[in-house]
C-alpha cells in the first residue's frame, strides 16, 4: 500500500523530468536555428505528446521504486524516454489517417537516433539526477528508510583517559574503574557489530571527560545529522569532531546555534514524532530550532516537561514498535506519549533498537529484560555499569544513522 505522499512524490518528480526533457527541446532547436524564435511554435507541437507519455510513464516508474536506486532510475529514464518517443511520435501520424506498417515503424524507430535521440537523453539525465532528488525530498521517510536499508551505522567514540571527571547532576558521584569502563565499552560495540551495525569511531578526546556519550553531540535523521549545542559549557567542544565524522559518513549537516540548546540525549525519535526534553540542557529556544530543522524533513516535535533527570532518554526510550517505556518515578508526564509502559526499573527504561525484533539494553534491569522479552522482543543485555555511575545508558554510547 502506497502512502499519499509517494503518490505525490512520483507525480511531481515525473512533471519535472518531462518539464526539463521538453524545456531542453525547445532551447536546442532554438540555438541550433539561430537563436529564431519562430521555432518554439513548431517544437512545442512535436514533443507535447513525447513529454506527456513521458510523464505517464515516469509517474509510473516512481510509483513502484525505481527511484530507490539510481540504476533503476537509469532504467526507468532509457524506458519512458524511448517510450514515450514512440508513442508520442507515433499517435499524431496514427491520428492523421497513416497505417501502421513496415515504413511507419521504420521511421518511429529512426527518430529514435535522430531527431528524438537528445530528448530521450535528457530524460535519462534528469531521471537519474533532478527526478530522484525531487522525488526524495518530498518522500522524506522514504529516502530515510531507504538510507537506513542501505547503511547501518553506528557512530562511536571511545572513552577518554579522563573519564572519572565527568559530570553528574542528579546522583551522587562514584569511582570509576577505567579498565573495566574500556572492557564494557569494547563489549559494547561487539554487540553492535554482531547485529550487523558498521561502527565508526570518533577521534577519542582525552580533554573532554563526557566525549564517550556521544549521542549528546548529534542527532540523526535519516540522511540529516543535527550537530547540537551542548547545555553544558564543558562539552561544546565535542562537537567540532562528531561533525567531521558524519560528514565522512557522508551525511548532509544542520545545527542548532546559541542561544539555543540541546542535548541529543533529550531527543527521542517514535516514528515521524520527535519527543524532546525541556531539560537543564535543552532550551527553549533549542527546541524551537530542531521543530523548524525537522519540520521539513517531516517530523513533527513535540516537547516534553524533564525535571528528574538529566536527559529524557535518562527516563524514556521507545521499543521497535513504537512503544514508548519508562521508569515512572522519573518520568514527570507519562500521558503526554501515545502509548507508555511501565518498567519495574531505572536501567530498564533505556534499550537500543538492533533490529526490529531485537533491543540492547543494561544488565543492571533483568526484571525489564524479562518483561520486554515475554512482549516477543530478542534482548541483548550488556554491562555498563562504569556509565551508569556517570548518568549514562546505552543509548549515550552510539548514534545510530537510521
Not at 101 to 125: A, C, E, K, R, S
Not at 267 to 272: D, M, P
Not at 286 to 301: K, S, W
Not at 353 to 368: E, Q
Request: hydrophobic residues 50%; negative net charge; glycine residues 8%.
Amino acid at each position: 500500500m502506497f502512502r499519499p505522499r509517494t503518490i505525490v512524490a512520483s507525480i511531481v518528480s515525473a512533471v519535472v523530468v518531462a518539464a526539463i526533457a521538453h524545456v531542453a527541446m525547445l532551447l536546442a532547436f532554438f540555438i541550433v536555428k539561430g537563436f529564431d524564435a519562430s521555432v518554439f511554435g513548431v517544437v512545442n507541437s512535436f514533443f507535447v505528446p513525447q513529454t506527456l507519455f513521458v510523464l505517464l510513464f515516469s509517474a509510473i516508474f516512481a510509483w513502484i521504486g525505481a527511484y530507490r536506486r539510481w540504476y533503476l532510475a537509469l532504467i526507468a529514464g532509457l524506458v519512458s524516454g524511448v517510450l514515450g518517443a514512440l508513442v508520442g511520435t507515433g499517435i499524431p501520424v496514427l491520428a492523421a489517417g497513416n497505417t501502421l506498417d513496415g515504413p511507419l515503424m521504420n521511421y518511429l524507430i529512426g527518430t529514435l537516433v535522430g531527431i528524438n535521440l537528445v530528448f530521450i537523453l535528457v530524460v535519462i539525465l534528469a531521471s537519474v539526477t533532478i527526478g530522484r532528488r525531487v522525488y526524495f525530498g518530498i518522500d522524506r521517510e522514504d529516502a530515510q528508510q531507504l538510507f537506513a536499508a542501505e547503511r547501518r551505522v553506528a557512530i562511536i567514540r571511545r572513552p577518554p583517559a579522563t573519564l572519572a571527571d565527568g559530570h553528574v547532576t542528579h546522583i551522587e558521584k562514584s569511582d570509576i574503574d577505567f579498565d573495566l569502563a574500556e572492557e564494557q565499552w569494547e563489549s559494547y560495540v561487539s554487540v553492535l557489530e554482531s547485529n550487523g551495525w558498521e561502527s565508526v569511531e570518533v577521534d577519542v578526546a582525552h580533554d573532554l571527560s563526557d566525549s564517550v556519550f556521544v549521542e549528546d553531540a548529534v542527532v540523526i535523521f535519516g540522511d540529516v545529522a543535527v550537530i547540537t549545542s551542548p547545555g553544558s559549557e564543558h562539552r561544546i567542544a565535542e562537537t567540532e569532531a562528531v561533525e567531521k565524522t558524519v560528514r565522512e559518513v557522508g551525511l548532509q549537516v544542520a545545527r542548532i546555534a546559541v542561544p539555543g540548546t540541546l542535548d541529543g540525549g533529550d531527543v527521542l525519535k517514535v516514528g515521524s514524532t520527535v519527543y524532546v526534553g525541556r531539560s537543564g540542557r535543552t532550551n527553549a529556544e533549542g527546541i524551537h530550532q530542531l521543530r523548524r530543522i525537522v519540520a521539513a524533513l517531516g517530523y513533527t516535535v513535540v516537547a516534553v516537561p524533564l525535571t528528574k533527570v538529566l536527559h529524557l532518554k535518562s527516563a524514556v526510550t521507545a521499543l521497535p514498535d513504537g512503544t514508548v517505556i519508562g521508569y515512572l518515578p522519573l518520568v514527570d508526564d507519562p500521558k503526554i506519549f501515545d502509548r507508555f509502559l511501565s518498567v519495574p526499573e531505572e536501567g530498564g527504561a533505556h534499550v537500543v533498537k538492533l533490529t526490529d525484533d531485537t533491543v540492547l539494553m543494561a544488565a543492571s534491569a533483568p526484571k525489564t529484560a524479562e518483561l520486554i522479552e515475554n512482549l516477543g522482543y530478542r534482548v541483548i543485555s550488556v554491562d555498563i555499569s562504569e556509565y551508569e555511575k556517570l548518568e549514562g545508558c546505552v543509548t549515550c554510547l552510539s548514534v545510530r544513522v537510521r
